[in-house]
């Protein structure tokens, strides 16, 4: 429920209308814009008599918010968020890329596709340094050492770092990075929401596999009402009947998120398609569709991956695809 105040509203029975939403155990949101306050109640309104509240003088108009979810809510904090990550902003009409292998590999692997993937104007570097492997026995990451190489890549590049957190148990090593990435099978891991919550600390939280856009939403209200407002969303392909494509790519998920919510949403091809040649495709369609930015899986020698090779792009094919993203951005759907 959100209620909206009419033209400074007197102060004292502005107090009171907080007080006595407070003692109906209701945690409020404020948010004052150039002309309009606005009060968001977060927790069980059902008991909240909507009408004594309407006849209030300082109240305009209550509304009732169908959306369980009020801080990743654009109604209630209606510009766009703009994260700055080192200096680098996303959001908002920022475009970022973040590029880098499905896995690190080696000091020699990293630095080879941070050297080209810096050339070709990424923004961001990533990597995966713990792994979520369907099979148990498949590589799994180079762990805590994948890390250390990152941050050492970061700092011959200058790129800042994105990379996944697999459990709880992992975050103290994940201090020096800029960009926590939830991936899509830990979307509903609410203990790990919750704790990255607790940071202040960039989180790419990326789409489950099976999961609506309401379900990614309140994952991010999860993030958000542990006091972390940074939180990017990554639209990464659902799982459908198709099995041509390694996920079904949902771009209407980029406009229709963008009434949703405030927060920037980056599109991820290479694991929506599963496909490389057909990652170039899909990223100049999402940014097109009015995308934040992408996030593409760039290797030095693809064939030889050790995780997801077959859509992964060659640094030169990636600054293809960076010069045709950069060709279409300027006509990108605004909404
Ligand atoms: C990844 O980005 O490395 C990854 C594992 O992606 P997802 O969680 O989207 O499958
Ligand atoms: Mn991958």
């Known amino acids: 429920m959100i209620i909206i105040l009419k033209d400074n509203?007197?102060?004292k029975q502005l107090d009171n209308l907080?007080?006595?939403?407070?003692?109906?155990?209701?945690?409020?949101?404020?948010?004052?814009?150039?002309?309009?306050?606005?009060?968001?109640?977060?927790g069980d309104t059902s008991a909240v008599d909507m009408d004594l509240i309407n006849a209030l003088d300082i109240v305009e108009t209550v509304k009732q918010v169908q959306e369980p979810y009020k801080n990743v809510n654009r109604k209630f904090?209606?510009?766009?968020?703009?994260?700055?990550?080192?200096?680098?902003?996303?959001?908002?009409?920022?475009?970022?890329?973040?590029?880098?292998?499905?896995?690190?590999?080696?000091?020699?692997?990293?630095?080879?596709?941070?050297?080209?993937?810096?050339?070709?104007?990424?923004?961001?570097?990533?990597?995966?340094?713990?792994?979520?492997?369907?099979?148990p026995y498949a590589f799994q990451g180079m762990r805590a050492e994948g890390i250390e190489l990152l941050l050492e890549a970061k700092k011959e590049f200058?790129?800042?770092i994105?990379?996944?957190?697999?459990?709880?148990?992992?975050?103290?090593?994940?201090?020096?990075?800029?960009?926590?990435?939830?991936?899509?099978?830990?979307?509903?891991?609410?203990?790990?929401?919750?704790?990255v919550g607790r940071l202040d600390k960039p989180v790419l939280l990326k789409r489950g596999l099976a999961n609506t856009l309401k379900e990614l939403l309140m994952s991010a209200e999860y993030i958000m009402a542990g006091g972390n407002e940074k939180v990017i969303l990554?639209?990464?392909?659902?799982?459908?009947?198709?099995?041509?494509?390694?996920?079904?790519?949902?771009?209407?998920?980029?406009?229709?998120?963008k009434t949703k919510t405030h927060l920037p949403i980056v599109?991820?091809?290479?694991?929506?398609?599963?496909?490389?040649?057909?990652?170039?495709?899909?990223?100049?369609a999402a940014a097109a569709a009015g995308a934040d930015g992408l996030m593409i899986e760039v290797h030095n020698d693809p064939p030889h991956a050790l995780c997801d090779g077959a859509q992964s792009l060659t640094p030169e094919a990636?600054?293809?695809?960076?010069?045709?993203?950069?060709?279409?951005?300027?006509?990108?759907y605004k909404g």
């Open 18 to 42: 907080i007080s006595w939403l407070k003692s109906m155990n209701l945690d409020i949101h404020f948010s004052k814009g150039e002309s309009t306050t606005i009060l968001g109640l977060i």
């Open 318 to 332: 990636f600054a293809d695809v960076m010069d045709a993203v950069n060709a279409v951005l300027p006509h990108a």
């Open 234 to 257: 990554c639209e990464r392909g659902i799982r459908t009947f198709e099995t041509a494509t390694r996920n079904t790519l949902d771009l209407a998920a980029i406009p229709l998120l």
């Open 162 to 195: 994105v990379t996944e957190v697999m459990d709880l148990s992992q975050l103290p090593l994940f201090e020096e990075v800029d960009v926590i990435q939830v991936g899509a099978r830990n979307m509903q891991n609410f203990e790990l929401l919750k704790e």
């Open 77 to 135: 904090h209606p510009k766009d968020t703009v994260i700055d990550i080192c200096g680098t902003k996303v959001g908002s009409g920022n475009f970022q890329v973040i590029a880098g292998p499905c896995s690190v590999e080696s000091r020699e692997q990293v630095f080879e596709i941070a050297q080209g993937v810096k050339k070709a104007g990424a923004h961001f570097l990533r990597g995966g340094a713990f792994k979520p492997r369907t099979s």
């Open 267 to 284: 599109v991820d091809p290479s694991h929506a398609t599963g496909i490389a040649h057909l990652v170039k495709p899909m990223a100049i």
């Open 9 to 11: 509203p007197e102060e």
């Open 158 to 160: 200058g790129l800042p």
